[in-house]
């Protein structure tokens, strides 16, 4: 396990950034933290980096799913948190994200049944006084060693 300081938005959009070039097709990330913790920040600096462009990522808070396929791998960004039944995931297209895209999951609390095992836990704790966030990057084994180059990426951020 990895943990990071965020100081801003700013740091938590770079962090999400600074995975765009290390994520590849079959990879699962999921996103822990309470509401407004960044789970959404993380996601749009990842997204926007890996499609290079300024494209405005939204929240999938009601559609639940938002795909992104101009670029390849596809990128699924999932939100959990208005899931009704866990089974729901399945017709939100979860197989096919995990068959060839990139799979991001905020809320992987709601399914946890349907979610893979050899994923890469991102969790953001707030700091009460501060504001703060702090990031634990919680590893799968499949993780264990690619997690390794991220501590000096984030260092040098
Ligand atoms: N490191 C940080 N320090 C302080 N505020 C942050 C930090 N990262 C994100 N935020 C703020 O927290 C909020 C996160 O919103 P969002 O990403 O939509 O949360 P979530 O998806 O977890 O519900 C935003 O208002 C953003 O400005
Ligand atoms: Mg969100």
Redesign the pocket.
Known sequence: MLTFL????E??YRFGSSLADKISAGDVITLS?Q???????LARGLIQTHLNSNEYIP?PTFNLVNIYDSKKPTIWHFDLYRLKNPIEIEELGLDEALADGVTLI?WPEKALEYIPNNVLNIKINTHRET???QIQLIESTLWFNRIKEFKFLFESL
């Open positions: 965020l100081k801003s938005e740091e938590t933290g509401l407004g913790s960044g789970k959404t920040v929240s905020e504001n703060q966030r």
